[in-house]
T-cell receptor, first 111, second 112 residues
């Protein structure tokens, strides 16, 4: 069966520090991968999506970046975190017309 | 550009009531529409997926319908329970680029 792993579950980082959130998918190949951010009390904001290795599309300008070094690995990064980067980050995948599946999320607090 | 809207933004009803959550989309060129549930501080759990060729899907007390021509989907919850309290989101999968377009969600509270 397909599973998606996202870590860490919670993270507290000081302003200006780097960030690396990792997401891996098992049980499928060539999935579409997504990073979303959900601010408190708000809907999902698509940050990045990838249809293949090394193919990253950015939906919003920001100080975040994403990489897909392997088919089933999607990484969200920042060189210097801002207070406004705090939020709940979700990784998701789907393949073709199948259901979308989500990781359990990472609660990031920038202090 | 696809826009997905969910109404109402929040809903509070007594336990036992049947209720309907609405999701509308502006571009009917979708592959499917999916309903999710999100508990506070948690990830999203898929509830029902309706392919573009289907009219409805059922799972237990949940029934989701899809009317592509009118750009609407509804999630019907029968005999609501306090455990149904969560935020419900719908997402449309676009057939042009396989992107998921999301509604902002409906926060549902079921009062015991």
């Amino acid at each position: 069966s397909q599973t998606i792993h996202q870590w860490p579950a919670t993270l507290v980082q000081p302003v200006g520090s780097p960030l690396s959130l990792e997401c891996t998918v098992e049980g499928t190949s060539n999935p579409n991968l997504y990073w979303y951010r959900q601010a408190a009390g708000r809907g999902l904001q698509l940050l990045f999506y990838s249809v293949g290795i090394g193919q990253i599309s950015s939906e919003v300008p920001q100080n975040l970046s994403a990489s897909r070094p392997q088919d089933r690995q999607f990484i969200l990064s920042s060189k210097k975190l801002l207070l406004s980067d705090s939020g709940f980050y979700l990784c998701a995948w789907h393949r073709g017309e199948t259901e979308a599946f989500f990781g359990q999320g990472t609660r990031l607090t920038v202090v | 550009k696809q826009e997905v809207t969910q109404i109402p933004a929040a809903l509070s009803v007594p336990e036992g009531e049947n209720l309907v959550l609405n999701c509308s989309f502006t571009d009917s060129a979708i592959y499917n529409l999916q309903w999710f549930r999100q508990d506070p501080g948690k990830g999203l759990t898929s509830l029902l997926l309706i392919q573009s060729s289907q009219r409805e899907q059922t799972s237990g007390r949940l029934n989701a319908s899809l009317d592509k021509s009118s750009g609407r989907s509804t999630l019907y919850i029968a005999a609501s329970q306090p455990g149904d309290s969560a935020t419900y989101l719908c997402a449309a999968l676009m057939d042009s680029n396989y992107q998921l377009i999301w509604g902002a969600g409906t926060k549902l509270i079921i009062k015991p």
